[in-house]
């Protein structure tokens, strides 16, 4: 397959893109990650990235993220340049961004309240933060956060109390307290079923509406149909499709996962 990837999409006019990737390369010792990567992502977006395994997704995030810097090019978010942030500058660039892994979102030792009032670590000095642990503070934005994920009765829950899903609607919550300006996902409903899957990613979505820019690394690509504006798809770490979701077809698919192409029954997929 021709590589079907477009020139960056401009972002709206007088405003700035909240990602902008320029020739970016990433490379850990002789192993290519990244290669040649220009991408812009408007402000306000919702973006699904797809990709077989190994293939960038997860590298491409971390570097939206400020936790990994390219070997060439540059990557700015929010206006800033993260190559040439350190200490507290990167500190409150990241602050502005919310991250939603796989797993492991939540700290098992602490009660959901808890959980989801990290969210404003970012903003609070450290002597209010440890008292949080004891006091907990804003506990009314923490209940309303759980309230919009419908778990608004499991404040002083256990994390290990909770399904796998309810565990993602915490975390969710968690983001809706930070208000993050980014938004990055990591195949966060990969260990959930379908329909669980699809609750977790309108919540995204729904948080996105918020004027909040999105960017979801998607296993399930079923959940393609739930409101993505936009689908970057990745392979061995170039970027080999951007545009619209009705624009993928079965052939293009096929060329991106390889192998992996059966195994994730996207022959089923109502393209």
Known sequence: MTSTAPAPSASPRGQAADVVFADVDKRIGDKVLL???DLTVP???????IGPSGSGKTTLLRLCAGLLWPSRGSVTVLGQTTGELRGRELCRLRSKIG????????????????????GKLGEWSVPRALWSLVA?????????ALQDVELGDRLWAMPGELSGGEQ???????????????????????????RLGREVVRLLLDLAARQCTTIVSLHSLELLAEGFDRVLALRAGELVFDGPPAQLSRELLQDVYGTEYRTLHLEDLNL
């Open 136 to 144: 907990p503070q804003q506990l009314d934005a923490a209940h309303a």
């Open 35 to 37: 290669a040649g990567i």
């Open 168 to 194: 993602q609607r915490v975390a969710i919550a968690r983001l809706l307290v930070q208000q993050p300006r980014l938004l990055l996902a990591d195949e966060p409903v990969s260990a959930l079923d379908i």
């Open 43 to 49: 402000h306000g977006q919702r973006v699904a990235l």
């Open 99 to 118: 991250f939603l892994h796989q797993q492991d979102n939540l700290v098992p030792a602490l009660r959901v309240a808890h959980n989801v009032l990290m």
